[in-house]
């Protein structure tokens, strides 16, 4: 089983539309969570952490559920500019904070 | 802040020859990690330093693959000798130590191998 999985999508939405992507984790262990975003080659870039109280950064909500051991992102309202491939990011408990990178959930926005 | 700063951009070489990709972490950023992206495998971590100093070298695919951080500035990450198979683009990444501080990535070097 790999460590962080996603739903490789494409995700196909109308500009508008809310969208949701889900995201399994393996090592119980772990202690932070990140959602990352990258545009057609281009780095990954730092979208939002996720707390376990669940956070929002404007049309964007990031939830956690560790006896699930689950992480979701969703967004609402999307706009073209939405359009790229999030990727879903775990900390694994240790000493040195290695990040394990899912193989990411491509979104395309479309007018 | 300028970034993590990666050079070249591109490269391209002839089966055979010897790369070396550079990358300068943002500073004050403790740790540096070294990534490789294909469309089959995704993002791989390779190697990763703390302190300058190697803590994980397991994703390093074999002997061909060498990298060293000499100094909190700069590493290098050398490919001898370089396969068609290495073609892919290759990250550098830092960070700070916490727990809640996410990498900061490189805009990478696209490695192509003929």
């Known amino acids: 089983r790999k460590e962080v999985e996603q739903d490789p999508g494409p995700f196909n939405v109308p500009e508008g539309a809310t969208v949701a992507f889900n995201c399994t984790y393996s090592?119980?262990?772990?202690?932070?969570f990140f959602w990352y975003r990258q545009d057609c080659r281009k780095e990954p870039k730092l979208l939002m952490s996720?707390?376990?109280s669940g956070n929002e950064d404007g049309r964007f909500t990031a939830q956690l559920n560790r006896a699930s051991q689950y992480i979701s992102l969703l967004i609402r309202d999307s706009k073209l500019s939405d359009s790229a491939t999030y990727l879903c990011?775990?900390?694994?408990?240790?000493?040195?904070?290695?990040?394990?990178f899912g193989a990411g959930t491509r979104l395309a926005v479309h007018p | 802040d300028a970034g993590v700063i990666q050079s070249p951009r591109h490269e391209v070489t002839e089966m055979g020859q010897e790369v070396t990709l550079r990358c300068k972490p943002i500073?004050?950023?403790?740790?540096l990690f070294w990534y490789r992206q294909t469309m089959m495998r995704g993002l791989e971590l390779l190697i990763y330093?703390?302190?300058?100093?190697?803590?994980?070298d397991s994703g390093m695919p074999e002997d061909r693959f060498s990298a060293k951080m000499p100094n909190a500035s700069f590493s290098t990450l050398k490919i001898q000798p370089s396969e068609p198979r290495d073609s892919a683009v290759y990250f550098c990444?830092?960070?700070?130590?916490?727990?809640?501080?996410?990498?900061?990535f490189g805009s990478g070097t696209r490695l192509t191998v003929v």
């Open positions: 090592n119980s262990a772990s202690q932070s």
């Open positions: 990011v775990v900390n694994l408990r240790g000493g040195y904070n290695k990040l394990i």
């Open positions: 500073s004050g950023h403790n740790s």
């Open positions: 996720v707390y376990s």
């Open positions: 330093f703390n302190n300058n100093v190697p803590i994980d």
């Open positions: 990444a830092s960070r700070l130590p916490g727990l809640r501080d996410g990498y900061t």
